[in-house]
Every structure is written in structure tokens, then in C-alpha cells.
């Protein structure tokens, strides 16, 4: 399991490897909504920069060959075309669109394109059809540890695989 600690949002970005649709992945993440909160069971938004080398990484770290596979992130204009908004509804400030995208499609031509992946390929982000079946990462909840004395810190692939780079 490879989680990103957000200490500011109190949420971690978990990925789920197996590929679902958008709509799929926004059911899958929501199942982990608690009533009060709205962050908690969405995909993952990509709020900076440091969330955005977080999933890279894991990518990375998920698949043996390059290129690593696109995932779903949280954003879409599902409601208006054009008007893109993150699953938790913050505003749309960190962009970090691929040359030429987003393009609803026009380059292919052939289906409108409302929800948006990153791609390690094209080191950024492409809106691509919804039905597309990808990996993605869901925000869940971050218990804060009670009393328990600190662990040493653990480096990829040891107990729970969190990175401490991004801790
Ligand atoms: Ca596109």
C-alpha cells in the first residue's frame, strides 16, 4: 500500500492498481466517505506539486517497464464542458495540463472527453473518454496515532510501503 500523508488536509492518497472506469473509481473512493466529510471518498485531487511527484512515483514503483500507467485524478468537466472542478470541489489553482489538452477529444475525433488522467508519459494531464478503464488513487481518512512511541521511519516497500520523503 503506498499512501502520501497531506498533513494540511489530514488525508491520505491511496492508489487502487486495478483499473476501473471514472465513474467506477469515484463509487470505489466514495465508499470510504464518512458522513461529515467531503474530502474523505473522492478521488484524489492533484494540489501541487508534491502530490503530483508522489503519484509518479508510486506509478513507478507499480509497474516492473516504463512507461508507467496513466492514472484518474479527481478532476473532470463532466457538468459543463470546459469548466473543470475538482472531485472535492476545491478550485481548479494547480494545473498541469499536457501540451495541447485539454481537447475534449478533438484530436481523435471521435467521443467528447470529460475526465482527466495524469500520465507519467506526458508528464502532465490529458482529459480522455470516462469509460477508459485506469488505475486511481482514492483520499482516505488519516487516523492521527494515539500514544504509541514513534517508529523509525521506513523506506519503500517495508511495513505499510508509505514513503518518508512525502511523510
Ligand atoms: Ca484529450
Redesign the pocket.
Known amino acids: 500500500m503506498s499512501t502520501l500523508l497531506d498533513r494540511f488536509r489530514q488525508v491520505l492518497l491511496e492508489i487502487f492498481p486495478d483499473p476501473l472506469s471514472y465513474a467506477d473509481a469515484e463509487a470505489t473512493c466514495a465508499q470510504f466517505a464518512p458522513c461529515d466529510g467531503v474530502e474523505i471518498g473522492s478521488l484524489s485531487i492533484v494540489a501541487d506539486r508534491t502530490a503530483e511527484s508522489f503519484i509518479k512515483t508510486v506509478l513507478g514503483n507499480l509497474v516492473a517497464q516504463p512507461p508507467a500507467q496513466d492514472v484518474w485524478i479527481g478532476l473532470n468537466d463532466i457538468t459543463q464542458e470546459g469548466m473543470f472542478t475538482w472531485s472535492n470541489g476545491d478550485p481548479l489553482v494547480y494545473k498541469n495540463f499536457a501540451v495541447g489538452?485539454?481537447?475534449?477529444?478533438?484530436?481523435?475525433g471521435v467521443q467528447s472527453?470529460n475526465c482527466v488522467m495524469y500520465s507519467p508519459a506526458l508528464n502532465g494531464w490529458?482529459?480522455?473518454q470516462c469509460q477508459l478503464t485506469l488505475p486511481f488513487f482514492c483520499m482516505m481518512p488519516y487516523e492521527t496515532p494515539q500514544t504509541a512511541p514513534q517508529m523509525p521511519p521506513t523506506g519503500p516497500g517495508g511495513p505499510g510501503g508509505t514513503n518518508p520523503n512525502f511523510v
Open positions: 489538452q485539454p481537447d475534449n477529444g478533438q484530436a481523435s472527453q490529458d482529459d480522455v
